[in-house]
């Protein structure tokens, strides 16, 4: 009688542990992702993000403007963030940020009157920025995600080379998690 009880708590602990294997949380936390947006205005971004717990994740965005007409005035950036989540599920709902950008603007520039020429000053210039912004993402149980965000942020050296005193980013993006 003792074994059976033995073997009976033995196979319910073995169950339990399987259990609790099946019932973790979902393990996926790198994302990659395109923002939708910035093709219409000759821009390329996408961003990698790893989720560090169920609240916060950190990421880089690299954003190449590859049509100058529609972007005249920025070059190329990459931009590390933290972000800190609100929502119930794992990384997604609302969201704050802080980031910083790395940054290649054009310099400043200069407005001949006579011919209505436009002449720059300056050669590009590489600045730095900080801010902070805020968004929404929502994460599929398979991992497509869609997110929309806004954020804003000052520059902080040779602003003066430049036209230019903030940043701002935006976009409506989505992605996958894995």
């Given at each position: 009688?003792?074994?059976?009880?033995?073997?009976?708590?033995?196979?319910?602990?073995f169950y339990s542990v399987?259990?609790?294997?099946?019932?973790?949380?979902?393990?996926?936390?790198?994302?990659?992702?395109?923002?939708?947006?910035?093709?219409?205005?000759?821009?390329?971004?996408?961003?990698?993000?790893?989720?560090?717990?169920?609240?916060?994740?950190?990421?880089?965005?690299?954003?190449?403007?590859?049509?100058?007409?529609?972007?005249?005035?920025?070059?190329?950036?990459?931009?590390?963030?933290?972000?800190?989540?609100?929502?119930?599920?794992?990384a997604s709902g609302w969201?704050?940020?802080?980031?910083?950008?790395?940054?290649?603007?054009?310099?400043?520039?200069?407005?001949?009157?006579?011919?209505?020429?436009?002449?720059?000053?300056?050669?590009?210039?590489?600045?730095?920025?900080?801010?902070?912004?805020?968004?929404?993402?929502?994460?599929?149980?398979?991992?497509?995600?869609?997110?929309?965000?806004?954020?804003?942020?000052?520059?902080?050296?040779?602003v003066k080379k430049t036209?230019?005193?903030?940043?701002?980013?935006?976009?409506?993006?989505?992605?996958?998690?894995?």
């Amino acid at each position: 009688m003792k074994k059976n009880h033995v073997l009976l708590i033995i196979l319910l602990a073995f169950y339990s542990v399987n259990a609790q294997n099946e019932s973790e949380p979902n393990q996926k936390k790198n994302e990659l992702k395109l923002n939708l947006v910035m093709p219409l205005i000759g821009t390329f971004e996408a961003t990698y993000e790893r989720i560090l717990t169920n609240k916060s994740s950190i990421g880089v965005t690299g954003l190449y403007v590859y049509d100058e007409k529609s972007n005249e005035d920025m070059n190329y950036s990459i931009s590390p963030y933290y972000r800190r989540y609100f929502g119930k599920k794992k990384a997604s709902g609302w969201f704050v940020e802080g980031f910083g950008m790395l940054t290649s603007i054009d310099g400043k520039k200069i407005y001949a009157s006579e011919d209505h020429s436009i002449y720059t000053e300056n050669p590009d210039v590489i600045l730095f920025a900080l801010g902070g912004g805020g968004g929404w993402k929502w994460v599929s149980k398979s991992g497509f995600l869609f997110e929309a965000h806004l954020a804003y942020g000052g520059l902080l050296f040779d602003v003066k080379k430049t036209d230019h005193t903030n940043v701002q980013t935006f976009g409506l993006i989505a992605g996958y998690r894995f």
